[in-house]
């Protein structure tokens, strides 16, 4: 079965220092991932996505992820986290070229990973 | 300005009242989506539609309907809601044809609470 883990519900870093978020998937072929932010009330934004190509994607607010197929993983780093970076982090895949379910436009989400940003 | 919106943004209702959640984009997206959200689970598919008059169930359709008439519009209901369906909504929107079906939009979200 699909699946996205995110092994870290809650992540606390200090404000200048570098990011990751973990993400793992467990999928047949080579999906479509994406990593997605909730800033508080907020609904979800794309921060970044990855179809295919560079294995290294750039996003919006300084994020990239590095897509590593011999791991199943594809985490998100920032090389100096601002305040305003705290939020709710989700990494979803969905069905790539080929996959099954692909009519479906269906993202499965990992449970995500709060990240709290000291002074 | 591009988006989805959701009303309401927070509903508290009791059990068995029946409620609808809309939601309208204005960005002429065919495929249209709602999930819900809860702690420890991430977000789940409850309902989806391809196109107008097209939907069909998601992963927790239980409990839930939703109608396609207009391109825009895909609201929720819950004709008879129970104290477990107590989550935060949201509704999402993307192109359809190719690697753009993926990258959806989403509303606010709204916060229901069936007592």
């Known amino acids: 079965a699909q699946s996205v883990t995110q092994p870290d519900i809650h992540i606390t870093v200090s404000e200048g220092a570098s990011l990751e978020l973990r993400c793992n998937y467990s999928y047949g072929a080579t999906p479509y991932l994406f990593w997605y932010v909730q800033s508080p009330g907020q609904g979800l934004q794309l921060l970044l996505k990855y179809f295919s190509g560079d294995t290294l994607v750039q996003g919006i607010k300084g994020f990239e992820a590095e897509f590593k197929r011999s791991q199943s993983s594809f985490n998100l780093r920032k090389p100096s986290v601002h305040w305003s970076d705290a939020a709710e982090y989700f990494c979803?895949?969905?069905?790539?070229?080929?996959?099954?379910?692909?009519?479906?436009?269906?993202?499965?989400f990992g449970t995500g990973t709060l990240l709290a940003v000291q002074p | 300005e591009a988006q989805v919106t959701q009303n309401p943004r927070y509903l508290i209702t009791v059990t068995g009242k029946k409620l609808t959640v809309t939601c309208s984009q204005n960005?002429?997206?065919?495929?249209m989506s709602w999930y819900r959200q809860d702690p420890g689970l991430g977000l789940r598919q409850i309902y989806y539609s391809m196109n107008v008059e097209v939907t069909d169930k998601g992963d927790v359709p239980e409990g839930y309907k939703v109608s396609r008439k207009e391109k825009r519009n895909f609201p929720l209901i819950l004709e008879s809601p129970s104290p477990n369906q107590t989550s935060l909504y949201f509704c999402a929107s993307s192109p359809s044809g190719g690697v753009l079906t993926y990258e959806q939009y989403f509303g606010p979200g709204t916060r229901l609470t069936v007592t």
């Open positions: 960005m002429n997206h065919e495929y």
């Open positions: 979803a895949v969905g069905p790539g070229s080929g996959g099954a379910g692909g009519a479906t436009n269906k993202l499965i």
